[in-house]
C-alpha cells in the first residue's frame, strides 16, 4: 500500500513570495491533515478535511493560508505572501473516518523563508 | 481543551539502558492515546496507541506504553534501547467530537541513545 506522498520536499523562498504544497493521501482515506511543525515543537494541526468538506481550519492564519481538497484525493496548501515565522515543515497526514483511527503521516515539505 | 505535555525535551541514555519518556494529558472527555516516533527528515509514524481495553500496549520493536486514567499519564518505556531507537517521539491525545478525531500533539522528547 502507498503510503501518503507529498511535494516538494524542500523549497527555499524569500518573503512576501508565494509557494504551494502538495499531497496526496492513502487510497480510500477520507480524512486529510495539515500540520505545521516548527523547529523543536510538536505538530500543529492547520487544517483537517473530511472528503472535500473542511472540518476543522481554527487554527489556519486565513489571510495568508489557503488550502483546497478537490474531488475529495489530493490537496494543496498555499502561502501567499510568505513571512519568516512561516520557516517550517509542513506535514500532511491521511485517515479512515472513526473514532480514534491512526493518522499516516507524509515526508513532509520543509520550507525555509529568508 | 485538551493539552498534552512531554515532561523531557531530552533523554540521553547509554546503549542496552532502560528508557521511559513521560507523557501527560489534560481533557475533560474520554481520549484516545498515541506515541509517535520521526526519525530525522521524515514523517511521523505510529509507534503504539491506546483506544481501549487492556491498559498496557505494546509495539512490534519492543516499546510499551500504560495508561493511567488516575494519574493522566501515558508513559513510554523500553527495557533495552538500541543506538537505532535514536529519534523524536511525541505524545499525542484525541477524543472524538463531533464526527471527527483532533489529534493534539505534545512537544516531543528526543531520545539519545549513545554506545
Known amino acids: 500500500e502507498a503510503g501518503v506522498a507529498q511535494s516538494p520536499r524542500y523549497k527555499i523562498i524569500e518573503k512576501r513570495q508565494s509557494v504551494a504544497f502538495w499531497c496526496n493521501p492513502i487510497?480510500?482515506?477520507?480524512?486529510l491533515y495539515w500540520y505545521q511543525q516548527i523547529l523543536g515543537q510538536g505538530p500543529k494541526l492547520l487544517i483537517q478535511?473530511?472528503?472535500?468538506?473542511?472540518?476543522?481550519d481554527s487554527q489556519l492564519p486565513k489571510d495568508r493560508f489557503s488550502a483546497e481538497r478537490l474531488k475529495g484525493v489530493d490537496s494543496t496548501l498555499k502561502i501567499q505572501p510568505a513571512k519568516l515565522e512561516d520557516s517550517a515543515v509542513y506535514l500532511c497526514?491521511?485517515?479512515?473516518?472513526?473514532?480514534?483511527?491512526?493518522?499516516?503521516f507524509g515526508p513532509g515539505t520543509r520550507l525555509l523563508v529568508l | 481543551a485538551q493539552s498534552v505535555t512531554q515532561l523531557d525535551s531530552q533523554v540521553p541514555v547509554f546503549e542496552e539502558a532502560p528508557v521511559e519518556l513521560r507523557c501527560n494529558y489534560s481533557?475533560?472527555?474520554?481520549?484516545?492515546l498515541f506515541w509517535y516516533v520521526q526519525y530525522p527528515n521524515q514523517g511521523l509514524q505510529l509507534l503504539l496507541k491506546y483506544l481501549s481495553g487492556s491498559t498496557l500496549v505494546e509495539s512490534i520493536n519492543g516499546f510499551e506504553a500504560e495508561f493511567n486514567k488516575s494519574q493522566t499519564s501515558f508513559h513510554l518505556r523500553k527495557p533495552s534501547v538500541h543506538i537505532s531507537d535514536t529519534a523524536e517521539y511525541f505524545c499525542a491525545v484525541t477524543s472524538f467530537s463531533g464526527g471527527y478525531n483532533k489529534l493534539i500533539f505534545g512537544a516531543g522528547t528526543r531520545l539519545a541513545v549513545h554506545p
Open positions: 481533557s475533560s472527555v474520554s481520549v484516545y
Open positions: 487510497s480510500g482515506h477520507a480524512t
Open positions: 478535511f473530511q472528503n472535500n468538506g473542511v472540518v476543522d
Open positions: 497526514a491521511s485517515s479512515s473516518t472513526g473514532r480514534g483511527e491512526t493518522q499516516y
